[in-house]
């Protein structure tokens, strides 16, 4: 018997409506930007976009006076055109989690992103967390760039301000994702064939690798309620953990 594919509803399919298009600015060469870009993300809250710009360049804009540009402007946005930009703000300073707009040099080829923000009573894993360098507040917001050379970096997204540099991967770090409970728990996808779990609140600690996929690890995401972390690589399968046993 033949089989037909399934017909479609013509009138059920939308249109997607574009609001804005960000451009990365035509640069000379030795600036690293106007390649092509790779990854994006937005802030939990809403407050942050960041995307790659092309090479090892992100830009972190805020969201809400990036779409006032678009309405004011129209739809295509050259990424250096927004001027209502806000002063930087120092770490210290009470107005730190001021919106402001940052220019990011990865030192690498960007290939994933991801927010981060923590709450003070998910504590660090490691038992005594007293000497540390960073102790994470709850108005922190934190951008994680995974790298061709295999690094990690975390920065201050408020100051643009490099934090950590995790080092312990070996290829391309293809996806990022953070625990959605304000853990500060994060988890890196890569092409050598692990992902592996660091404790940002413990100075960015490994705390476990991975090592139940056969090939490179594509993406990586936890449940909303940060119970199960799911991953997927070149392989025909995807796994699903449970992180309390990690």
Not at 92 to 107: A, L
Request: one cysteine or more.
């Amino acid at each position: 018997m033949a089989s037909f594919p399934p017909r479609v509803n013509e009138k059920l399919i939308a249109r997607s409506r574009t609001v804005g298009e960000l451009l990365a600015p035509t640069s000379p060469f030795d600036k690293k930007c106007g390649r092509e870009n790779w990854t994006v993300a937005f802030a939990p809250d809403g407050s942050y976009f960041a995307w790659s710009q092309g090479h090892r360049i992100v830009k972190l804009v805020p969201w809400s006076q990036c779409l006032n540009n678009f309405l004011l402007h129209g739809t295509k946005n050259v990424a250096n055109s927004i001027s209502t930009r806000l002063p930087r703000q120092n770490s210290d300073s009470g107005q730190k989690n001021k919106p402001c707009e940052h220019i990011i040099d990865c030192g690498d080829i960007v290939w994933s992103l991801a927010f981060g923000s923590s709450v003070p009573e998910k504590q660090s894993r490691c038992v005594n967390i007293e000497w540390h360098r960073f102790k994470f507040g709850q108005d922190q917001l934190l951008l994680a760039t995974g790298l061709n050379n295999g690094r990690i970096k975390i920065w201050d997204v408020y100051t643009g301000k490099l934090l950590l540099n995790l080092m312990d991967h070996t290829e391309v770090v293809r996806d990022l994702t953070f625990a959605p409970d304000g853990s500060l728990i994060l988890v890196s996808a890569s092409r050598d064939k692990t992902l592996r779990v660091w404790d940002l609140k413990d100075d960015g600690n490994m705390m476990k690798v991975l090592r139940g996929h056969q090939n490179w690890v594509y993406g990586c995401a936890f449940s909303p309620d940060s119970s199960i972390l799911c991953s997927v690589g070149a392989s025909k399968a995807a796994d699903v953990g449970d992180p309390s046993q990690l």
